[in-house]
């Protein structure tokens, strides 16, 4: 049985529903007329006492205890947690307060025009995705909003190259700079950015978050602060480990790739390659590719756990592993910029799956109303999710 | 909705939702072809069984487990139907014929789009929903449902009519009309 046979198949259950389209009618069509197998099938289900007789046969099928039976007659674990080493690391730092209050002067624009109308007419409105937008503080208090148009910018001894998406920072004379000469890159909700720092390491960052920089390297480390998520791929440089710090927590890498997530209460550090060192409340754990540190209070938990969660934002979308519909819709929340409502009666029903980034909201929602039979209203940039209960 | 923005097949159910959305089906599709319930359930088990132990190794994609479980009832079952074939030497295991697979392939199209009636039903409204279930489950007369039900026999005829519309609202017009039949008849 292969593809075709069941493109068919959710053919005609959209058939059934009414939702086909013109050439999807044709092809179903055409189907039918390849064999007579197929016509007969189609018009079987004119039989009434037949589709009687076999729904009646569906509804007599007891799943509840034969779930049961499966179970028992599984032996083995049915939930295994598949370890895949992947090559990026990811951290996660938490912080939303922090955030929050580090990201309340954003002035949210006039006319939003990000908010638009719902093509399918299932939703009030439709939100767009977030875009590249960032915002560069300077240390001399200059700001810079990146993501509009490419653009070089030469300033003191500073180049500052913007394009689709990535910030190139190349400072151009080598001198000693007082320690808090510091810049930042701050994302909006809605928003990412790239950024390529002098020594070569790339960052990532994701919706609502920062990173603080030095206008230059010290001579014995590199050392930056983060909140919110970001990624990064450390250039390799033995003399100088790298260090990003979080709320008293210090991660160091020498060349390596990880992510970090501050967004909840705690410090998510995954690494998908190299090696780094979780120094927290001076308990200090190293980490090997495809593992995790979930940084809690005064303790650091070293999980094994797959990394696509942590290299999915920064590739183009969104990767749920295991998540209920509150956590998922945290990060839909950020990327769309939204105010979300829930009634009563979420359940803490799991999910696992992915989504682009450049989908909208209705696209969105119109997927995980689907897997999840919740209903979804949007109002502006407000959206309001109720449960089956 | 286009397709290349949302990932429908990446998006999988956890073992225990995966097999309440598909057991009836699997189970349908497998007596379609052995004629009995119990050892349809009992293929339709192993079939999960045999899912959960090779997770890790399969695509997390729901059309691929879609398959990999159709595929093995429909083996399953061929391998008992096999049996019974006294003939043998004209029948290799696993050597199917065309018509054989299109047989296999409508069995699952039947069985896929019947569990889709069969869930629209099931969603109707509460008070709607009953009244069907007594009616074409259990094929009681109107009378009968108003007595079951506590409701006088036009709530009964209200609520059919209630559900017809939901129906008609949600199905394509030439299903609905196969559903009409049993749905109206004064049984």
């Keep these: 049985m292969d593809r075709e046979s069941f493109g068919i198949t959710t053919l005609i259950v959209k058939f059934l529903r009414n939702q086909t389209e013109a050439n999807e009618n044709i092809r179903l069509k055409q189907w039918c007329e390849q064999h007579a197998l197929h016509q007969e099938m189609m018009e079987s289900f004119k039989d009434n006492e037949r589709v009687e007789n076999d729904i009646r046969f569906l509804a007599s099928i007891d799943t509840d205890n034969a779930w049961l039976n499966v179970q028992k007659r599984n032996q083995r674990q049915l939930f295994n947690i598949n370890i895949r080493l992947v090559a990026s690391i990811v951290l996660v730092l938490c912080a939303v307060i922090f955030a929050y209050l580090y990201f309340s002067p954003f002035v949210r624009q006039q006319s939003d025009t990000r908010v638009i109308a719902d093509k399918t007419k299932q939703y009030k409105n439709d939100v767009l995705p977030g875009t590249n937008q960032a915002k560069l503080l300077l240390a001399n208090g200059d700001v810079f909003l990146l993501g509009g148009e490419k653009g070089s910018y030469r300033h003191a001894d500073l180049i500052i190259e913007d394009r689709d998406g990535e910030m190139i920072y190349k400072p151009t004379s080598r001198r000693t700079s007082p320690l808090n000469n510091v810049h930042s890159l701050t994302v909006p909700k809605s928003g990412t950015y790239s950024m390529l720092l002098e020594d070569g390491t790339k960052v990532w960052v994701n919706s609502f978050s920062s990173i603080d920089f030095p206008e230059q390297f010290g001579k014995n480390e590199r050392r930056v602060t983060v909140s919110g998520e970001a990624f990064f791929e450390v250039a390799k440089d033995v003399e100088r480990p790298f260090k990003v710090a979080y709320n008293g927590v210090v991660i160091t890498a020498l060349g390596t790739a990880f992510n970090i997530n501050t967004y909840s209460e705690k410090l998510i550090a995954t690494l998908t390659e190299g090696a780094i060192k979780v120094n927290a409340s001076g308990i200090e754990k190293v980490l090997s590719p495809g593992q995790t540190a979930h940084v809690d209070r005064e303790e650091i938990l070293i999980k094994e756990a797959g990394t696509e969660k942590a290299t999915a934002w920064k590739n183009g979308y969104f990767y749920f592993d295991g998540e209920e519909i509150t956590q998922i819709m945290e990060e839909i929340a950020r990327w769309y910029d939204l105010q979300v409502t829930y009634t009563p009666g979420m359940g803490n029903k799991k999910y696992r799956g992915g989504i682009k980034r450049s989908a909208t909201l209705a696209e969105v929602c119109e997927m995980l109303t689907l897997i999840s039979q919740m209903k979804f209203e949007i109002d502006g940039r407000n959206l309001y999710v109720k449960g089956t209960d | ?187």
């Design chain 2, 1 to 187: 909705m286009e397709a290349k923005h949302v990932s429908f097949s990446a998006i999988e159910f956890e073992p225990e939702q995966l097999f309440k959305a598909y057991y009836a089906k699997l189970c349908f599709f497998a007596f379609q072809h052995i004629g009995d319930k119990q050892v349809a359930e009992d293929l339709a088990q192993d079939a999960f069984i045999a899912y959960l132990r090779k997770r890790d190794e399969l695509s997390r994609d729901t059309d691929a487990i879609r398959s990999f479980l159709y595929s093995s009832v429909k083996n399953a079952c061929y391998n008992i139907t096999r049996r019974q074939q006294v003939i043998r030497r004209y029948f290799k295991m696993r050597e199917e014929s065309e018509i054989e697979e299109a047989k296999y392939l409508t069995s699952m199209i039947r069985a896929e789009v019947l569990a889709e009636v069969y869930k629209i039903i099931e969603d109707l409204p509460q008070g709607c929903r009953e009244v069907f279930r007594l009616g074409y489950l259990e094929g009681l007369t109107n009378q009968e449902i108003s007595e079951k039900l506590g409701v006088t026999i036009n709530t009964v005829k209200t609520q059919k009519q209630r559900g017809m519309k939901v129906l008609k609202r949600k199905l394509n017009p030439e299903m609905f009309a196969l559903l009409l039949y049993f749905f109206f008849s004064t049984r």
